[in-house]
């Protein structure tokens, strides 16, 4: 027992996987209902013997030592995985090497599956990451100028014959 309040502890204090990622593929976002904590994930995937497989996973969470413990064990067992094998496991698996959680910090494996499985959901994985912390674009009608004559702003051009 000891052993695995070793491994957490380890995991606590020395997570993998921590920080933003630059060009990731999907990017998850949870909060948890129950603490308030939040916990972001990052996702790149590499295409291996035809297959899209996670190449890698970063984590940042604002909040819970467990919940960074989970996400630093979960990052490393997630590389190599499908979307569709990662998508199946689940909190008690993406938190197995830690051993069992004590019943007060389940949802904080919870939140770790959650982040994941947003990450990979279908709108998100594994194509769309494209620019998505580029700026916003302006809208259509922001990007109209506003045409009231009487400011003076718009010159118009007649068009010659
Ligand atoms: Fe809420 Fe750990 S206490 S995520």
Do not use: Y
């Amino acid at each position: 027992m000891s052993d695995s309040n070793d491994k957490l502890e380890e995991a606590m204090r020395n997570p993998q996987n921590l920080g933003e990622m630059d060009g990731a593929d999907a990017v998850g976002t949870v909060g948890s209902p129950d603490c308030g904590d939040m916990l972001r994930m990052w996702v790149k995937f590499k295409e291996e013997n035809g297959k899209q497989v996670i190449d890698k996973a970063t984590f940042q969470s604002f909040g819970c030592q467990t919940a960074i413990a989970v996400a630093s064990v979960a990052t490393e067992m997630i590389k190599g995985k499908t979307v569709t094998e990662a998508l199946a496991m689940d909190s008690t698996t993406l938190s197995e090497p830690l051993g069992p959680l004590p019943p007060m910090k389940i949802h904080c494996g919870q939140l770790v599956e959650s982040a994941l499985k947003d990450a990979l959901s279908e709108d998100k994985a594994p194509a769309a990451a494209t620019e998505s912390q580029g700026p916003m674009a302006p809208s259509l009608i922001d990007a109209i100028p506003q045409s009231n004559p009487s400011k003076g702003k718009v010159k118009i051009v007649p068009i010659e014959g």
